[in-house]
């Protein structure tokens, strides 16, 4: 039977699991492909009823192309909406994101005085 705490963990993996997939706009059977699994079994690491091993997180991330930390990031609830934003951004062209990213780096310079 599993602890509170594991059961917590599992669930927000499973979270982020989800919403990566779904920023990538993969479905599970797609992911359950990458992963070597079936899409039940993603499924049950979604909904949190299943832990993933170590194996699976480093599957997960290379298909998702997110990091294992981020899969394994349950303390801070805002990180998901920052790698959305991210995942916002790696859209558009370079040049965009650069001259975005100089933008918010003059902004931080002037705020930070």
Known sequence: MKTKERQ????AVGERLSA????????????AQAMGVNRQQISKYESGQNSMSSERLIDAAEAL??????L???INPQAGREYKLI???RSFPA????????SVDDFISKVSK
């Open 65 to 70: 192309d997110c990091s294992v930390m981020f």
């Open 95 to 102: 040049s965009v994101q650069t001259r975005f990213l100089r």
């Open 8 to 11: 917590r963990v599992d669930k």
């Open 20 to 31: 990566a997939r779904e920023l990538r706009g993969i479905h599970q059977e797609d992911l």
């Open 87 to 89: 995942a916002r951004l």
């Open 72 to 74: 394994l990031s349950t």
